[in-house]
């Protein structure tokens, strides 16, 4: 079973999460989506594949209300995990991503694909993108 747990301001990171699961449906994958407020150590542990979707927030940061204690508090469930990251920005060049990718690397993620980024969510055009995005992570 693949995992895609994201969350979402105001909907961008929401629809990329829609999307990705589309495309691993495609591929005729198990997947299942749920927002980070639902999410448990469990489902990480059951994760063939940890999908983490989460926006640029604060300074080029996650958000820390929900996303980053999900990672400090099952930081030891990472290691050697495969796992994938997206998430949509706004106004920077993806630095939260890249630091992001950095932190997972630290705790032995093994990330199956580099991360996806999109700048908001643009209709008619990022949807392919994600879709894409979900049939290569599962690939
Ligand atoms: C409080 C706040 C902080 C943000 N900080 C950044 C940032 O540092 N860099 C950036 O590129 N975009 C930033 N953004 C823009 C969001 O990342 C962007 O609107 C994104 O599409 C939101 O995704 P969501 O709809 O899933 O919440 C910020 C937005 C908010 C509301």
């Given at each position: ?24 449906q ?93 700048n ?8 392919a ?11």
């Amino acid at each position: 079973m693949i995992k895609v747990i994201y969350w979402t301001g105001t909907g961008n990171t929401q629809k990329m999460a829609e999307n990705i699961v589309c495309g691993i449906q495609e591929t005729g994958k198990e997947v299942e989506i749920l927002e980070v407020s639902n999410a448990t150590d469990k489902d990480i542990i059951d994760a063939e594949v940890l999908v983490l979707g989460c926006p640029a927030m604060g300074a080029e940061e996650l958000e820390d209300s929900e996303v980053i204690p999900f990672i400090e508090n099952n930081a030891a469930l990472m290691q050697g995990k495969k796992m994938a990251l997206f998430g949509s920005y706004g106004w920077g060049t993806g630095e939260w991503m890249d630091a992001w990718k950095e932190q997972m690397a630290s705790l032995g993620a093994n990330l199956v694909a580099e991360p996806l980024i999109v700048n908001e969510f643009t209709d008619g055009q990022d949807e392919a993108i994600c879709n894409d995005y979900g049939k290569k992570i599962v690939g």
